[in-house]
């Protein structure tokens, strides 16, 4: 298994702190977004990272470069971060996600370690969730059961289950049809769009499930007042027993 971050967006939203720096290398508490999210990702055992860049990649290069020179990253630059969105970053790594399964992340989340070992103890598909009343700001899924029968931002508020953090889990035997749709949109001139796009369109040939990480604070910063949140509220959250958990796992791993 591989991750695959998301990091080429310019943050327009989030101006001024990103005028000069790109989001993910916006601190909270005593590091970058993108350093909570790798910590995580090596401490869940997965070795292999693709991290698409764009924005001041430069400064991403060299934050890799200084802090986590021991690990396997590769580096895949959208040159057109400035006109287009998630889904054609996501379309640029096909060639990553083919035969291998890979955990997702948008590299604007701030979110509890357990989240991934929540999605890597599941044999499926799945995608983390928030369970809570949404706005219209937020990726919303609509459900039966666990399986996910719409994703999107635009969907009635009235009848989602919650929101998609920015975090999942694809498993190689629907990459194909994942491909294919990421293909198509490209293709149809969507690349400005969200990859939540091509997700939904794959719901009636793929199951997805849903995985409740309500329980866990997480956050996606996309405004001031989410950075904000982040460093107030949500940091200080995850940093009561983020670190223990990380510590027992560190545990765990060496005695196997």
Not at 90 to 111: C, P, R
């Amino acid at each position: 298994m591989k991750a695959i971050i998301l990091a080429a967006g310019a943050c327009r939203r989030l101006r001024p702190y990103t005028d000069n720096i790109p989001k993910c290398l916006v601190d909270v508490g005593p590091k970058a977004i993108l350093g909570h999210q790798l910590d995580a990702i090596i401490a869940g055992g997965i070795t292999e990272v693709v991290i698409v860049v764009g924005y001041l990649k430069e400064q991403i290069y060299d934050y890799i470069s200084r802090n986590y020179p021991a690990l396997k990253v590769k580096f895949i630059v959208n040159e057109q971060y400035g006109i287009t969105n998630t889904l054609y970053s996501l379309w640029l790594t096909k060639e990553e996600m083919a035969g291998s399964d890979f955990l997702y992340f948008n590299a604007d989340v701030i979110f509890h370690p357990e989240v991934i070992h929540m999605l890597t103890s599941k044999n499926e598909t799945c995608m983390a969730v928030d369970f809570k009343k949404c706005g219209e700001e937020e990726v919303k899924v609509i459900l039966n059961g666990q399986a996910i029968m719409e994703i999107g931002k635009k969907l009635d508020v009235h009848k989602a289950a919650g929101e998609f953090i920015g975090i999942a889990r694809f498993n190689q035997e629907i990459n194909p049809v994942f491909i294919t749709k990421l293909e198509e949109g490209v293709q149809k001139g969507h690349g400005n769009a969200f990859f939540e796009l091509a997700v939904d369109e794959m719901l009636s040939e793929v199951n997805i499930s849903a995985i409740d990480i309500s329980h866990l604070p997480s956050i996606e910063i996309d405004f001031p007042e989410d950075l904000e949140a982040a460093r107030k509220v949500i940091y200080p959250r995850i940093a009561e027993n983020g670190k223990t958990y990380l510590d027992e796992v560190a545990a765990a791993r060496e005695g196997a």
